[in-house]
C-alpha cells in the first residue's frame, strides 16, 4: 500500500561530523567579527549559488529543461557543485527518483510518511542515499568529465571557499598582498560558511515544507504544495506543485504573476546562445486541473 513506509536506517552522526561542523563553524564570527563586505559576499554567494541549484541542479540535470552546449554543461555542475550539495549526478538521479515516487513508500524524502526532519535533511544523512543511481541518469553518465566531477564533488565547495578567503584577505586588509591570510577568515565564515548553511536549507525546504504547507493548483497525487513566499526564496521554486504536474517545463511559475526568477535568467541566457530549447508550458496544461481535463483541452484544441 502507498500508505505503508519504507524501513529507514538512522543517521549515524559520528559519521556526519562534517554536515554539524558545517552548520557549527559559522558561529566561529563571534571571534572573527564580520564587516559589511562579509554579508555582500554572504548574500550575493546565496542567491548566485541558489540560481545553480535550481537552474543547473535541477531544472536542467534532473529534467532536462532546456539545452545548452557540453561546456556550458560542465560549467552549470560545476557551479552547483560550490553549494556543496554533492555531485550533479547524485543530486539529479535522486530527485528523478523523487518525482517516480512522490509521497509514496520509495519517495526518499516524503514529508507526508516520514515526517518534517527526514524529508528536510534526514534523508541525506541517512545509509541508503549515499551512492549515486547512475542507472537513474544514463543520459549524462555518457559525459566522463561529468562523472570526474561527480566523483570529485568536493573540489568545486574548496575552490570557492579558497578564493572567497582570498578575496576577503585582500579586501578587509585594505588591498595588501600581505592581508590575504591574517584578514580573510570573516569572509570565509560568514560569506561562504554560513551562506552555505542557509542555501542547505533553503534547498531542503522544497523536499519538506512544500509538501505541507501552501496551496495546491493541480492533481498531482501527492502533496505538493504552491507557495510564493518560498518561490521568491528559492528563485521559484516554490511553484512546486506547478512543477509536480508538468515537470518538463523550465519556467515553473505558470501563469505571468508566480515570480520564477529562476526562469527569467535562463531566458536571458537564451539571448546570448548559452542555452536553447527552453520548454514551456502547453495551454492544456496550464489551464487544466488534472490529467484528464489535460487530455480532454489538447484533444478539443487538435479537432
Known amino acids: 500500500m502507498d500508505t505503508e513506509k519504507q524501513a529507514r536506517k ?17 558561529l566561529a564570527m563571534i571571534w572573527t567579527g564580520a564587516t559589511l563586505f562579509d554579508w555582500i559576499v ?13 537552474g543547473g541542479y535541477h531544472r536542467y540535470f534532473s529534467h532536462r529543461t532546456y539545452s545548452t552546449s557540453r561546456i556550458f554543461q560542465f560549467f552549470l555542475a560545476f557551479m552547483a557543485q560550490t553549494s556543496a550539495q554533492k555531485g550533479a ?3 539529479a538521479a535522486h530527485h528523478r527518483h523523487h518525482h517516480k515516487h512522490s509521497d509514496k513508500p520509495e519517495d526518499p524524502h516524503s514529508m507526508k510518511l ?7 535533511v534526514g534523508w541525506i544523512l541517512g545509509p541508503e542515499y549515499k551512492k549515486t543511481e547512475f542507472h537513474l541518469i544514463k543520459d549524462f553518465t555518457k559525459f566522463p568529465e561529468l562523472v570526474w566531477l561527480n566523483r570529485f564533488y568536493i573540489l568545486p565547495p574548496v575552490f570557492l571557499g579558497t578564493l572567497v578567503f582570498l578575496l576577503g584577505g585582500y579586501v578587509n586588509g ?9 584578514h580573510g577568515w570573516s569572509t570565509l565564515v560568514v560569506g561562504f560558511f554560513l551562506s552555505t548553511v542557509v542555501l542547505y536549507h533553503g534547498t531542503f525546504s522544497i523536499n519538506s515544507i512544500m509538501h505541507k504547507f501552501g496551496k495546491p493548483r493541480y492533481d498531482t497525487g501527492d502533496e505538493s504544495k504552491n507557495s510564493l513566499w518560498l518561490a521568491l526564496l528559492t528563485l521559484g521554486e ?7 504536474y508538468y515537470k518538463s517545463a523550465t519556467r515553473q511559475g505558470f501563469f505571468w504573476w508566480e515570480i520564477d526568477l529562476t526562469y527569467y535568467v535562463i531566458k536571458m541566457l537564451s539571448w546570448v546562445g548559452l542555452v536553447w530549447d527552453i520548454r514551456e508550458v502547453p495551454p492544456h496544461i496550464k489551464y487544466s486541473r488534472n490529467k484528464e481535463e489535460a487530455r480532454a483541452l489538447l484533444a478539443k484544441g487538435a479537432s
Open 10 to 26: 538512522r543517521p549515524s552522526f559520528i559519521y556526519e561530523f562534517d554536515f554539524i561542523l558545517l552548520h557549527i563553524v559559522p
Open 42 to 54: 554572504c548574500i550575493t554567494l546565496y542567491w548566485v549559488r541558489m540560481f545553480f541549484v535550481t
Open 89 to 91: 549526478l547524485w543530486w
Open 114 to 120: 516520514y515526517g518534517f526532519w527526514y524529508s528536510h
Open 174 to 182: 585594505g588591498g595588501s598582498m600581505a592581508t590575504l591570510f591574517t
Open 238 to 244: 516554490g511553484w512546486h506543485n506547478n512543477h509536480h
